[in-house]
């Protein structure tokens, strides 16, 4: 089978398994979305692309931004970052407050929810303008001056972002924020309200999968030596508490969100982003975690 047919085949099978989980409940603007969109989209490295289903619908990509943004720290901020925030699998929830509380206020790693505050924190302290700046960075290396935040997201999530609220102030209480949490939350919400369709998310994720240089737009994200790193900690730390699990059974790198939205690189070949919104209980995509594992081992085009 080529990769068309097993994308197709793929998306009819686990598309039509009965549902599980559901769609996250603490964000009321992402009920909002049909809980049965399904799309699935694959970028090549030689900027062919082939799309199953709701592939050009956009979605709230929520954490897989986290990546973005502490690709734009890495690049501006250089090792120094690392200092401020581990590189370590949390094995926790990604809002856990007992862990930062027990870490003396210093995030396992930049994928959970503290860890990308003090992100956003370093960002804010590097950029004039840091929501505008973080937009511009990522529409030029995907080429898309169409990209935006949701208003409506990232206000939904603040009015009642009780725990995110509390464990920014747990980080300032440890004098591990130079900003105001205020401002690191407004920042925070916004990151995780960009909104992107499968093809776009998959599209931009190609310089994880080219060395750090995006070949759409021909930039240069991250180094060679940074894009490895930042595919490592996507492989350990991508998924939260499961993201063992996911490394496991997909064999790739790469981050979900509470969106409903996974994406995976396969370096030196591909980019794949599957979304569908029902959740499991750790927080990730329940059919996108199916449609990864089956879609690796049809494919035989895991790492490892
Ligand atoms: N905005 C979400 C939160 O802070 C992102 C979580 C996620 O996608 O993992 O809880």
Same mark, same amino acid.
């Given at each position: 089978? #080529?990769?068309?047919?097993?994308?197709?085949?793929? @998306?009819?099978?686990?598309?039509?398994?009965?549902?599980?989980?559901?769609?996250?409940?603490?964000?009321?603007?992402?009920?909002?979305?049909?809980?049965?969109?399904?799309?699935?989209?694959?970028? /090549?490295? #030689?900027?062919?692309?082939?799309?199953?289903? #709701? =592939?050009?619908?956009?979605?709230?990509?929520?954490?897989?931004?986290?990546?973005?943004?502490?690709?734009?720290? =890495?690049?501006?901020?250089?090792?120094?970052?690392?200092?401020?925030?581990?590189? %370590?699998?949390?094995?926790?929830?990604?809002?856990?407050?007992?862990?930062?509380?027990?870490?003396?206020?210093?995030?396992? /790693?930049?994928?959970?929810?503290?860890?990308?505050?003090?992100?956003? #924190?370093?960002?804010?302290?590097?950029?004039?303008?840091?929501?505008?700046?973080?937009?511009?960075?990522?529409?030029?290396?995907?080429?898309?001056?169409?990209?935006? =935040?949701?208003?409506?997201?990232?206000?939904? %999530?603040?009015?009642?972002?009780?725990?995110?609220?509390?464990?920014?102030?747990?980080?300032?209480?440890?004098?591990?924020?130079?900003? %105001?949490?205020?401002?690191?939350?407004?920042?925070?919400?916004?990151?995780?309200?960009? %909104?992107?369709?499968?093809?776009?998310?998959?599209?931009?994720?190609?310089?994880?999968?080219?060395?750090?240089?995006?070949?759409?737009?021909?930039?240069?994200?991250?180094?060679?030596?940074?894009?490895?790193?930042?595919?490592?900690?996507?492989?350990?730390?991508?998924?939260?508490?499961?993201?063992?699990?996911?490394?496991?059974?997909?064999?790739?790198?790469?981050?979900?969100?509470?969106?409903?939205?996974?994406?995976?690189? @396969?370096?030196?070949?591909?980019?794949?982003?599957?979304?569908?919104?029902?959740? /499991?209980?750790?927080? /990730?995509? =329940?059919?996108?975690?199916?449609?990864?594992?089956?879609?690796?081992?049809?494919?035989?085009?895991?790492?490892?």
């Amino acid at each position: 089978m #080529d990769i068309k047919e097993i994308l197709n085949s793929l @998306h009819t099978k686990i598309k039509s398994l009965p549902h599980q989980g559901e769609q996250a409940t603490y964000i009321p603007e992402l009920l909002t979305v049909d809980a049965d969109r399904f799309g699935v989209y694959v970028a /090549n490295l #030689d900027l062919t692309g082939i799309g199953v289903g #709701d =592939y050009e619908q956009a979605f709230s990509i929520q954490s897989i931004a986290k990546v973005l943004s502490v690709s734009l720290a =890495y690049q501006l901020c250089g090792e120094s970052i690392w200092s401020r925030v581990g590189v %370590e699998p949390s094995g926790t929830a990604f809002n856990s407050l007992l862990q930062l509380e027990a870490d003396n206020g210093i995030p396992r /790693n930049p994928f959970i929810n503290s860890g990308a505050m003090v992100i956003c #924190d370093i960002l804010i302290t590097a950029l004039d303008d840091p929501k505008e700046d973080f937009l511009t960075f990522v529409k030029t290396i995907a080429n898309n001056p169409t990209l935006s =935040y949701s208003t409506q997201i990232a206000e939904s %999530e603040k009015e009642i972002g009780y725990r995110n609220i509390a464990l920014c102030n747990l980080i300032k209480s440890f004098d591990n924020l130079n900003n %105001e949490p205020d401002e690191v939350l407004d920042f925070y919400f916004n990151l995780c309200s960009l %909104e992107m369709s499968c093809e776009a998310v998959a599209k931009l994720f190609l310089y994880l999968a080219n060395n750090g240089t995006c070949p759409i737009s021909g930039t240069d994200v991250l180094t060679l030596s940074q894009s490895k790193r930042i595919n490592a900690l996507m492989q350990t730390c991508g998924f939260y508490d499961e993201s063992g699990e996911f490394s496991f059974k997909v064999g790739l790198p790469g981050k979900s969100g509470v969106g409903g939205g996974i994406v995976a690189i @396969h370096p030196d070949q591909y980019a794949i982003v599957v979304w569908s919104p029902r959740l /499991n209980a750790k927080g /990730n995509s =329940y059919k996108g975690m199916l449609f990864l594992e089956e879609f690796t081992s049809l494919t035989e085009q895991s790492i490892f």
